[in-house]
């Protein structure tokens, strides 16, 4: 059984840093898109960051230059590096994996941006 399972959110004040990390386990097969997404209470899930097989990566404006995406594939993790936090960036955090036609997410991992 496939299994997401994000760590690395918590609470930390506006200017400050914070990874994200998502190990993915499980038979999953060739991994196309590996992303993060994120939802802010009474708000939509709105994507954040990106990155496919080819390594091309993208990002929502609001986090570009802020935000990272990478992976580890001898660790079968994708990160999210956040820097210069804001407030507006508190949310819950998830973790997707798009592989072999299948949507995969995350529970979720809480990020609290203080003022």
């Known amino acids: 059984q496939v299994q997401l399972v994000e760590s690395g959110g918590g609470l930390v004040q506006a200017g400050g840093s914070l990874r994200l990390s998502c190990a993915v386990s499980?038979?999953?097969?060739?991994?196309?898109?590996m992303a993060w997404f994120r939802q802010a209470p009474g708000k939509q899930r709105e994507w954040v960051a990106s990155?496919?097989?080819?390594?091309?990566?993208n990002y929502a404006d609001s986090v570009k230059g802020r935000f990272t995406i990478s992976r580890d594939n001898a660790k079968n993790t994708v990160n999210l590096q956040m820097i210069s936090l804001k407030p507006e960036d508190t949310a819950v955090y998830y973790c997707?994996?798009?592989?072999?036609?299948?949507?995969?997410w995350g529970q979720g991992t809480q990020v609290t941006v203080s003022s």
């Open positions: 997707y994996v798009y592989a072999n036609i299948r949507n995969y």
């Open positions: 499980g038979t999953i097969g060739d991994i196309n898109t």
């Open positions: 990155l496919t097989d080819d390594g091309s990566t």
